[in-house]
């Protein structure tokens, strides 16, 4: 049936006999491509019958369906005729892991952060009123994601009014691990009702989310109401894939491609130390928003079981509640994807550094993370972070240095900590020579005229760049801050022994080192260059692939070194 869909309207026409069929092929397309490519299969194999309703109740892109959060759109993707690019999923140029407005004019919102949907249904119902448009808004919404605060904001203003905003709550029990809180034991209780009434919506429900006819009686029942609506769906994350439903960890929530090797990662690394930490340290604790598996917690968690805490999807109160933990004694690190703390910014500034409290960030993901995407490329934080007074901001390049800063950020006692390290495989530890102040020097020639400030794991490109300059007679050292912020005064006064400074770094060159190693430098016989990631939203690929178009390569910082001194 897939090859004979192309648009939301084939759906429609079906019979209701040819639906299971539909639904079955569906999951089958699902579980062959996705193992492929990589990407998220478990919450799309739970949301197979419900977006089949959706699509043959409502009519899109007339009617916008948004996906709170987007990794359970794939079957949305099918219905609207994209099923032949399945085998370019998450891959350069190719099929988005999330909705993309670039893609298809059924997607409307990029929404890869959690709780988010329900304020644009909100903006979008308003605009539509406003224009008086007949369109309606359908949101589909995880109970996972209704564990942040911003989709009771939403809701408090949708509840409020007239506009006729449908909210789907696909709910599942899970985001990656089981859904937490009061929240969840509300719902499971079956006081939804309840909730969801005294805010001033309808509810319907509960319904078998794997029945497409009832989701679909539902949805007609809502959309004939006129008036904000929930209908409340139980489903079963992983639905229909045996190894996924008997999955303890996170229901297959994500595969990595077929064949790809299974390399020791840096939340690994994490993952270790963080427990020997926790040994040493009985007032270290750890907080997760809702991603214990994908941060490297899990092990934390079974090693101390009363010292973990997971908020739900909820970055802010997880912030804000480890300035508390902090406040009573307490040493607390929130391991965190980097892209997810752009979302906690005024906590972190006005609610721990403002305190000088003692909390530890774990950013996890930090850089480019490839194939997820803009939304995921953790290429914000090292710009940004340096703003705060009194943080210390730190990039291990190896997993030597990853335990040895992480042990320094947990003894700070006057402030903020952070350790922001890539979605990669580790490599080989990287010797230094010596120490100096604050940082490694990891290569050290007599005269040298250019220094390279490799940041984070970009040591090894950056010592290989440094190897072939060498053979086009140009001296090169190397060094390794460890700490990128604050500037270490040691490192400013080593790179004004040099004709050339160039930093180089995984991050934008807004803020970066390299920007405040210049302005130190200004005025000097020093010239200090950022050789960076350009300040834009960039595509999905792999993160090899994205670090070589930018030249954060050992060919491109050569070639870039070469030019900035004129030499052919």
């Not at 297959?252 to 130390?273: I, P």
């Not at 409290?357 to 914000?380: K, N, Q, Y």
């Not at 210390?392 to 240095?401: E, G, H, I, N, Y």
Request: hydrophobic residues 45%.
């Amino acid at each position: 049936m897939l090859a004979d869909i192309s648009s939301p309207a084939d759906v429609r026409a079906l019979s209701s006999s040819e639906l299971s069929s539909l639904a079955a092929e569906i999951r089958s397309f699902l579980i062959s491509k996705v193992h492929r490519t990589g990407g998220h299969l478990g919450p799309n194999l739970g949301a197979v019958e419900l977006t089949i309703a959706v699509h043959r109740v409502f009519t899109s892109p007339v009617d916008v369906v948004l996906f709170d959060t987007g990794h359970q759109s794939y079957v949305h993707k099918m219905l609207t005729g994209r099923c032949a690019e399945f085998d370019s999923l998450r891959q350069a140029g190719g099929l988005s892991g999330y909705p993309s407005a670039a893609e298809s004019a059924h997607d409307v919102i990029e929404n890869s952060h959690a709780s988010t949907a329900l304020s644009y249904a909100d903006g979008l119902a308003k605009a539509f009123e406003l224009a008086s448009a007949e369109r309606r808004v359908v949101a589909i919404v995880g109970d996972g994601a209704l564990t942040g605060g911003m989709c009771w904001e939403a809701l408090n203003n949708i509840g409020g009014s007239s506009r006729p905003v449908v909210v789907l709550l696909n709910d599942n029990g899970r985001s990656y691990d089981p859904t937490a809180g009061g929240l969840a034991a509300s719902l499971l209780a079956g006081s939804a009702r309840a909730l969801f009434e005294s805010l001033g919506l309808a509810y319907i429900g509960e319904v078998d989310g794997h029945d497409v006819h009832a989701v679909e009686n539902a949805l007609w029942e809502a959309k004939t109401l006129g008036r904000p609506v929930v209908v409340h769906c139980r489903t079963v994350k992983g639905k229909g894939y045996p190894a996924a439903e008997s999955d303890e960890a996170d229901r297959m929530h994500a595969v990595g491609a077929s064949g790809a090797a299974s390399s020791r990662t840096w939340t690994d690394a994490f993952a270790d130390e963080i427990v020997a930490i926790g040994s040493d340290r009985p007032d270290v604790v750890c907080v997760t928003a809702a991603m214990l598996e994908p941060v490297g917690l899990r092990p934390f968690s079974e090693a101390f079981p009363s010292r973990i805490f997971d908020v739900g999807i909820a970055e802010q109160h997880a912030v804000t509640s480890a300035a508390g933990m902090a406040m009573g004694g307490l040493h607390p690190v929130v391991a965190i994807y980097a892209t997810f703390l752009s979302r906690a910014f005024d906590q972190l500034l006005m609610d721990v550094a403002l305190h000088r409290l003692p909390v530890t960030f774990v950013l996890d993901r930090a850089g480019v993370t490839g194939a997820d995407g803009a939304s995921h490329h953790g290429m914000w934080d090292a710009s940004i972070l340096p703003v705060v007074p009194g943080l210390r901001l730190a990039a291990p390049r190896d997993p030597s240095s990853l335990a040895t800063l992480l042990r320094e950020a947990v003894e700070v006692s006057d402030g903020p900590t952070v350790v922001r390290y890539p979605k990669a495989a580790l490599g080989p530890d990287v010797p230094a020579m010596r120490h100096v102040g604050h940082f490694d020097v990891l290569r050290e020639v007599p005269d040298a005229e250019v220094l390279l400030i490799s940041v984070g794991p970009l040591a090894g490109p950056c010592l290989a760049a440094a190897e072939e300059l060498a053979s086009h007679d140009v001296r090169v050292d190397v060094v390794d801050p460890r700490w990128i912020a604050p500037l270490d005064p040691h490192l400013v006064k080593f790179s004004g022994r040099h004709r050339l400074v160039l930093a180089v770094e995984d991050t934008t060159s807004t803020g970066a080192l390299g920007a405040r190693l210049g302005q130190a430098l200004a005025g000097t016989s020093t010239c200090v260059a950022t050789f960076a990631l350009p300040p834009r939203f960039l595509p999905h690929d792999s993160r090899a692939r994205i670090l070589r178009a930018h030249g954060l390569d050992s060919a491109g910082i050569t070639t870039s070194v070469l030019k900035r001194l004129g030499v052919k």
